[in-house]
């Protein structure tokens, strides 16, 4: 389908009134081609040592991405086969390790 628009439109272009710079409203009493002065910054970010040390800590995590996939396949085989053991004393000794290691 297809519209033909037709007629009805003056091929003259619209005029608009000029405007006088005078009449232009202005932000403040400045002149236009002042200098902008710089604000000084209200807020401020102070990191604590806790902080800085898990920053530190995950920048080391994400350069040491060093996979043992040798490992990795002989936990699988002994998950899938069901001989895995948990040892809750070795989960709890590197829980606290992790722990003593957040508090530095």
Known sequence: MSTKIDG???AKPVETPLVKEANQARSG???RDADVQKTPPV????LTGE???IKA???DMASSNKVDMARVKELRSAI???TYQVNPQDIANRL???ERQLLR
């Open 8 to 10: 009805g439109l003056s």
């Open 96 to 98: 606290l390790a992790l």
């Open 57 to 59: 800590m995950a920048k």
């Open 29 to 31: 009493a400045v002149a």
């Open 51 to 53: 902080a800085v040390g």
């Open 43 to 46: 807020d401020s970010l102070r």
């Open 80 to 82: 899938e086969s069901g």
